[in-house]
Nanobody
Framework: QVQLVESGGGLVQPGGSLRLSCVASGSIIVFDRMGWYRQAPGKERELVASSARDSTMNYRDSVKGRFTISRDNAKKTLYLQMNSLKPEDTAVYYC?????????WGKGTLVTVSS
């Protein structure tokens, strides 16, 4: 059984920073791919950033240069450093982990960017 628990969300002013964390528990030691998704009210869930086992990282265009994804396999933890936050970054952020054909999701953490 794999569980993903996100933390680090909150209210921040435009231009501010937050760091999200996702801790995985369970028997899987290293996931094939881990990523952060987000879902704003009334919108589809979208991929924000991902990190593959071979260290390949991908970002959606709107967060490039502002967000940084990283993972600590020894701690089974995924991070998302978010800088220069904008109101349009407001969403629930979800952690995702993939292993083979299996995909796991956390329950999400809310990020609100507002003055």
């Amino acid at each position: 059984q794999v569980q993903l628990v996100e933390s680090g969300g909150g209210l921040v002013q435009p231009g501010g920073s937050l760091r999200l964390s996702c801790v995985a528990s369970g028997s899987i030691i290293v996931f094939d791919r881990m990523g952060w998704y987000r879902q704003a009210p009334g919108k589809e869930r979208e991929l924000v950033a991902s990190s593959a086992r071979d260290s390949t990282m991908n970002y959606r265009d709107s967060v490039k240069g502002r967000f940084t994804i990283s993972r600590d396999n020894a701690k089974k933890t995924l991070y998302l450093q978010m800088n220069s936050l904008k109101p349009e970054d407001t969403a629930v952020y979800y952690c995702n982990a993939q292993w083979g054909a299996n995909a796991f999701w956390g329950k999400g953490t809310l990020v609100t960017v507002s003055s």
